[in-house]
């Protein structure tokens, strides 16, 4: 493993965390959630993969650890209800700063902000949808809150299947990420840009990632470490056309892995990774068709869908994974 004392790098999410949806009792955060929401959907989600290296889930308890401002904090998430999230450090309480941006985290993470209740209402009416929402209801749309781990898995997960991606994403954040360790359970954090865009090629090579790959990954480090890209530029006022043209602008970012960085990490809810063929494959489940459909096919079934085309996309990505 690299070890390096440079500051982890964690940016602070889009959506804002209200003074009112937390309670801050130092050990212990507690998170207000909106209904409908489902803490077991949620964590049912999230275990699809027993080889995921940045989370644990033992029972019904989820365990992280959560890089902030040089701190990393290790925390329990649990749901004695579905009204709340309970946030609890496992150590030390951190300072006053720290738990907060720990609270934004989560409520980013956990895409608290959203309120479900709009889209439930057209999806009654979707023939793609309505199902979808009756098998998941209370999912919300798992993302992740910083922005090089988001384009990170997006490019790690370009044409590959997702078993082999989180095999490369393993070997990345064990060869080059930072590890805590609590109770002789070790908890590890992505590599930080900053360490990832001192690298070369050939430091990458044992990962068996492509070459390409490799200098994407790179490339897109140095542009965070540079200033030039940030979710506060990719923001700019929420328009998700602006915001792909920047992302498509950088080599090796693609319409898909554009769209699913937007959809994951900046939370645009019009944000559709139409090429993207785990929903071509879900919308081909859900008729019970021999053929994928056509992108005009996917356009005419979608047209409800607007201004909530990345929860759609979610919600039948979730038939397959």
């Not at 940045?54 to 904090?73: F, M, N, Q, S, T």
């Not at 309480?93 to 720990?102: E, H």
């Not at 470490?225 to 328009?239: A, R, T």
Request: charged residues 20%; hydrophobic residues 40%.
């Amino acid at each position: 493993m690299m070890n390096t004392n440079k500051r982890i790098y964690t940016e602070l999410p889009r959506q804002c965390l209200p003074a009112n949806a937390w309670v801050d009792n130092k050990k212990e955060l507690i998170l207000h959630t909106e209904q409908p929401f489902s803490f077991s959907q949620n964590l049912h989600y999230l275990s699809r993969s027993n080889n995921e290296c940045l989370y644990h889930i033992e029972g019904d308890r989820l365990y992280k650890a959560i890089p902030v401002d040089g701190d990393i904090p290790v925390v329990e998430i649990r749901a004695d209800d579905d009204g709340q999230l309970s946030v609890r450090f496992l150590g030390d309480a951190p300072p006053p700063n720290v738990r907060a941006q720990v609270a934004q985290y989560v409520y980013d993470w956990f895409d608290l902000g959203t309120n479900l209740t709009k889209f439930y209402d057209l999806a009654q009416n979707d023939a793609l949808l309505k199902n979808a929402v009756a098998s998941y209801y209370g999912l919300k749309n798992m993302g992740i809150p910083d922005l090089f781990e988001a384009m990170s898995w997006g490019i790690i997960g370009q044409q590959i299947n997702l078993t082999y991606a989180y095999t490369l994403k393993r070997r990345l954040v064990e060869s080059f990420g930072q590890q805590v360790e609590h109770a002789g359970r070790t908890f590890w954090v992505h590599p930080a840009p900053q360490v990832i865009a001192e690298l070369t090629v050939q430091d990458l090579e044992a990962l068996r990632m492509t070459t390409k790959k490799c200098e994407y990954l790179i490339g897109v480090a140095q542009l965070i470490v540079e200033g030039k890209l940030s979710k506060e530029l990719l923001w700019d006022g929420g328009d998700c056309k602006k915001a792909e043209k920047k992302l498509i602008s950088i080599r090796g970012i693609g319409p898909w892995t554009a769209n699913y960085v937007l959809m994951r990490c900046l939370r645009m809810p019009s944000a559709f990774p139409i090429d993207d063929v785990g929903l071509h494959n879900a919308i081909k489940y859900v008729q019970g068709t021999e053929t994928k459909p056509t992108k005009a096919e996917i356009l005419a079934l979608s047209s409800s869908w607007t201004g909530w085309e990345s929860y759609a996309t979610f919600y039948l990505w979730r038939f397959l994974y």
